[in-house]
């Protein structure tokens, strides 16, 4: 989805596009005809359009972009919609001709989505991480997990865009994404997270919030197999226990419009069913007893993560159990949800929403994992395809709606709102689209025609600098300590090192392998066929003997190969360098954080042990373990973004954009980091220092005229290093990528969130990657430690010896 929402419409065109009523409008193609038996489409290609790699537009790339899309290996998701087209037949350089298998009038609207957009062949195998296409915008950078960069396409077929250059975010916390909208951070928040908050940024002058209907439909999805679902009374009892307007105002803040089939009521086919099913607690009653449960019936529902679905099926369990239906409601991640409820159907309930534009033909698929299947449907669908006067549409779309109710398929509860958010400056930003697109074509701000953005990324060149710094840094530091240690002892504890390492490798590809959910299922959606999905693991090399990829990928990372990223189609090592260029700075400034205010504060409480002193800083302390570090960080945003407006509310601006900017914008996170940190090495100093205090050699250095201060700063911290240096190695690992809600809250691209998001969308590989570099990063930190265990301890020196 967010794909689309980023270079649809921007950076890519089709032939033809839907407006905000859903009606068919040119694009690429200036007009159309269909032949009257609905087998021949013949589009009249616009003249002049290009792609921004040269390539002109003409009927010879149409027939390359659609015969790429149904071509046996293709991983389009609406490649079975697509494949109803038989040939594609060049007549001349402005005019093609489709011949269809059968008549299909769904066709037009499935050429006006993102997956029916032309191509330039000279790109085609590089549109993943560089798009090319005949938009207003062309692709300028991309910084993976936070940032992609469009510059106004200045060749442009048609009107040139207003805005120069258009950043897209990533922000998915709703702290964050009330903290970035607010701070101005960002200037448009097209899908906003948080309805709860949106009270109180209406009351802002200087934003402006807009609501609209989206093409997403939120059901109550019944496994209508067998068991008590499988009865249409059970169904419509439920639909009668339902109080739509109370989940909305519960679940969405009083956002969303009920509905009551499945169809978006923005569009000028819709039928306004809501009355069918009225909130009837006698009548669910009613009907659950002619269906044979007179005392009611147990159901599970399972929910996946979003908030929508979270809250909404409280309110609907508690709905239901007023007329006799209880629910157990499991909360159950997206993988878990692909694998039980989409894939093994092992569910009776579940909500969720279904965003894809026009997708009432998945009533007519018998294996869908709600299970519903009738031949008054089936009928009504393939008289919908034959039909290609708009009327007759309309008719038929009427009947659709109605037999889908009548059945009560599902529980139809809302539909799902648009809620953005934008500068009050910003017009002509088009919000409602039936399609996932956010068209910035005309957009603008008043008195300003374009948006100026910050230069290109150089993440590439400055990670080439520091891994080459990093490697003299390391080989330096291992040639003093075989000089210092010997090489045996050195020896040792790399074999130690590789050992545990390769261990580990073989514990994370293993637990990897069993992790539920399919990759391809993922990343593709609900509506991709099985063909599609079998293509797509084939070329992530998904499949083949589990030993075999396991070596592949072992013998890889000896070389430096971590494989390619499923999502971002980019090599893993690369990925990774990028991250560890902003969650290593993070983690050493939260570590030297950490010491500086958490090491002197225990030496004072220590010094000043069973005083007022002591107290008050053991309960600082004991406040600062206890506080939640996400919340002290939304606490600093608030503070010092949103009210003193003195840092940035979050976002990292690269390290190209100079020292300073990039210190400012770790700044915060690191303190939210660092505060409990230091509460934990100020507890364990405070201690270590008491037993040290305890001992003969500190009262002979009191004896031979050391002050108490002298005495503790001298002999005392030194010998009390031993623990703190144990809790720093636990802590910095910790840190490098335990801190991922801190970087979902200050919208940062580090390893935390990287290997979050790649858990989510079951980039395996990825996984794998991370997880291995901070299994080194442990065994690495634990060999330090060891080392510095020997330099502060003279005593360990000689043993070692």
């Known amino acids: 989805m967010a794909t689309d929402e980023v270079v649809y419409a921007t950076v890519f065109e089709g032939l033809v596009r839907l407006d905000a009523q859903g009606t068919v409008k040119p694009l690429l193609a200036t007009w159309w005809e269909v032949s009257p038996d609905g087998l021949i489409y013949t589009f009249h290609l ?27 290996n293709s991983t389009n998701v609406q490649k079975q919609a697509l494949s109803v087209i038989r040939q594609v037949e060049v007549v001349d350089p402005r005019t093609v001709r489709l011949h269809l298998a059968s008549p299909d009038s769904n066709l037009l609207y499935t050429l006006a989505w993102g997956d029916s957009v032309m191509v330039s062949p000279k790109s085609a195998g590089s549109l993943a991480t560089a798009p090319v296409g005949t938009g207003p915008f062309r692709f300028a950078g991309w910084r993976r997990g936070d940032t992609v960069t469009l510059a106004r396409n200045d060749s ?9 250059t258009v950043r897209f975010k990533f922000i998915a916390d ?19 997270p948080a309805p709860e908050n949106l009270a109180q940024l209406r009351a802002d002058p200087a934003l402006k919030v807009v609501t609209a209907s989206s093409e997403g439909e939120v059901i109550l999805a019944m496994n209508e197999r067998t068991g008590p679902l499988a009865d249409v009374r059970v169904r419509r009892a439920l639909q009668h226990a339902l109080d739509r307007r109370a989940i909305i105002d519960g679940a969405m803040y009083g956002y969303g419009t009920p509905i009551g089939s499945h169809f978006p009521p923005q569009n000028a086919a819709y039928v306004d069913l809501t009355g069918l099913y009225p909130h009837d607690l006698a009548k669910a009653k009613a009907l659950l007893a002619q269906a044979g449960y007179p005392n009611g019936l147990d159901l599970t529902l399972k929910l996946p993560p979003p908030n929508y679905a979270r809250r909404s099926g409280e309110i609907v369990a508690a709905q239901l159990a007023q007329a006799g239906v209880r629910v157990k409601i499991e909360n159950i991640e997206w993988a878990q949800w692909l694998d039980q409820v989409y894939g093994r159907h092992a569910f009776d309930l579940t909500i969720v929403s279904h965003a894809e534009p026009m997708d009432y033909a998945i009533y007519d698929k018998a294996d869908y994992y709600f299970g519903y299947h009738s031949d008054a449907f089936h009928t009504l669908m393939q008289a919908l395809k034959g039909a290609t006067d708009e009327g007759q549409r309309t008719a038929i779309l009427d009947q659709i709606q109605r037999r889908i109710a009548d059945d009560a398929v599902n529980g139809f509860l809302f ?20 399609t996932q697109t956010i068209d910035l074509h005309v957009a603008s701000f008043d008195g300003d025609g374009a948006a100026e953005a910050a230069g290109k990324a150089k993440n590439g060149s400055v990670s080439a600098i520091l891994g080459g710094v990093l490697v003299l840094a390391v080989l330096g530091g291992l040639t003093l300590l075989a000089a210092r240690f010997g090489v045996a002892w050195l020896g040792g504890r790399a074999a130690v090192m590789v050992l545990t390492l390769l261990a580990a490798s073989l514990m994370v590809f293993a637990i990897i392998q069993i992790v539920p959910g399919d990759p391809a299922a993922y990343m593709l959606g609900l509506n991709a066929s099985p063909e599609a999905v079998a293509n797509l693991r084939q070329q992530m090399g998904l499949e083949g003997p589990a030993a075999q990829r396991y070596l592949a990928w072992l013998v890889g990372m000896l ?52 005083k007022a002193t002591d107290t008050v800083v053991m309960g600082l302390t004991q406040v600062g373990v206890a506080i939640p570090n996400f919340w002290f960080a ?17 976002g990292f601006p690269g390290w190209e954009a100079g020292l300073i900017p990039a210190l400012k914008a770790l700044a915060l996170p690191a303190v939210a980091l660092a505060a409990p940190q230091a509460a934990i090495i100020a507890r364990v100093t405070r201690s270590a220092l008491i037993d040290t205090l305890a001992e003969d050699w500190m009262r002979t250095a009191r004896a031979k005229g050391l002050t108490a201060s002298q005495a503790l700063w001298r002999h005392g911290l030194p010998n009390a290093l031993i623990p703190i240096l144990t809790i720093l190695g636990l802590q910095f690992p910790f840190l490098l990528a335990g801190g991922v809600i801190i970087e979902n809250v200050f919208f940062l691209p580090g390893l935390g969130r990287l290997v979050l998001q790649a858990i989510t969308q079951r ?7 991370v997880v291995m570099l901070l299994v080194f990063a442990v065994v690495a930190t634990n060999f330090l430690v060891d080392v510095a265990y020997v330099l502060v301890d003279p005593r360990l020196r000689r043993r070692g010896s």
């Open 46 to 72: 616009r003249d002049g359009a290009s792609f921004q790699d040269g390539t002109p537009f003409d009927a010879s790339i149409v027939k390359f972009s659609l015969e790429r899309a149904i071509a046996p």
């Open 156 to 164: 442009y077929w048609g009107a040139p865009a207003k805005l120069k």
């Open 174 to 192: 709703p702290a964050a994404a009330f903290a970035a909208i607010k701070t101005h951070e960002v200037d448009a928040f097209p899908d906003y």
């Open 415 to 434: 539909q799902f709102p648009r809620l953005g958010v934008f500068d009050a400056r910003l017009k002509d930003f088009w919000v409602n689209s039936q």
């Open 559 to 610: 070389h430096g190969d971590l494989g390619v990223s499923y999502t971002y189609q980019t090599p893993v090592a690369a990925l990774v360098a990028e991250r560890v260029g902003v969650s290593l700075p993070l983690a050493l400034l939260a570590v030297g954080l950490s010491i500086v205010i958490g090491a002197p504060i225990g030496a004072l409480a220590a010094a000043r042990r069973g």
């Open 634 to 650: 939304v606490l600093l945003v608030m503070v010092f973004s949103i009210g003193l407006r003195w840092v940035s509310a979050g």
């Open 763 to 769: 980039d395996l590989i990825v996984v794998q990657g």
